[in-house]
């Protein structure tokens, strides 16, 4: 079951405070976008990927990509000012594709099992995106006041990858840039057009790499792994 993937990577990584592109950053001695490409370079089913990337910043990601061995990249568009508009950058350089997965190229620890899934029901039902079931209490709260505690039930967190028949993502994206919406995922887009969207169970490991914390748990995570 083929499908190419979206992995945006124009941000500037401000929650980080690096500096700079917390994409850069290495966990275990690798830039965290080596750790996220390599997933898509490994899977036999991804037979392409498209980054989103800030143009000053394409020579740099072009070296790394020869130095890692990552040749499966077809297209490198300029990301835009929020990430819905560099993933639309991306969707509009692709062709002849009929399953698209788009992933933050800031969550390196996406497991394959759950890539397999979100494709195979995105092959299914034409849209599914990978999420955690809430851990933690949830209330709504207003000017410091809480309003409400929300059923956890049927509280998700949601994640990346999502994973859609192209058409139907690229269709999605076309409206909200027509209207002038700006959603904070892909999925919000879709459902805005009225169609369903399925979750895949995914686990509590596809973090995405946000704040300084992130660094000390992707590192824990690594370790784990290699026991
Ligand atoms: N992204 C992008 N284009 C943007 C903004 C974000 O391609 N205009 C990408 C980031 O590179 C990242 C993913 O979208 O891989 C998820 O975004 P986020 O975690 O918010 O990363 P940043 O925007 O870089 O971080 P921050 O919001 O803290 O500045
Ligand atoms: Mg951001």
Not at 116 to 142: N, P, S
């Amino acid at each position: 079951m083929d499908y190419e993937v979206v992995l945006p990577a124009a941000g500037s990584g401000k929650r980080m405070g690096a500096g700079k592109n917390k994409l850069f950053l290495s966990l275990a001695n690798k830039p965290i976008l080596i750790h996220t490409l390599e997933i898509f370079q490994k899977d036999r089913n991804c037979t392409g990927i498209y980054l989103a990337v800030k143009p000053e910043e394409r020579d740099y990601i072009q070296h790394l990509l020869n130095d890692y061995k990552i040749t499966k990249v077809k297209g490198l568009p300029n990301g835009g000012k929020e990430r819905q508009h560099s993933v639309h950058s991306c969707l509009k350089v692709m062709n002849d594709v009929e399953i698209v997965l788009v992933h933050d190229a800031a969550r390196p620890f996406i497991s394959q099992q759950v890539i397999d899934r979100l494709v195979e029901t995105a092959y299914e039902k034409g849209a599914a995106i990978a999420g955690v079931r809430a851990k933690d209490t949830m209330k709504k709260v207003q000017d410091g006041i809480i309003v409400e505690t929300v059923d956890r039930e049927n509280l998700w967190s949601i994640q990346t990858p999502q994973a859609f028949r192209y058409e139907l993502l690229r269709h999605a994206e076309d409206v909200a840039e027509k209207e002038g919406f700006l959603g904070t995922d892909e999925a919000m887009l879709v459902e805005r057009l009225g169609y369903e969207i399925h979750i895949v169970e995914s686990n509590y490991e596809n973090i995405k790499m946000t704040t300084k914390e992130d660094l000390l748990f992707g590192e824990a995570i690594l370790k784990n792994r290699q026991m």
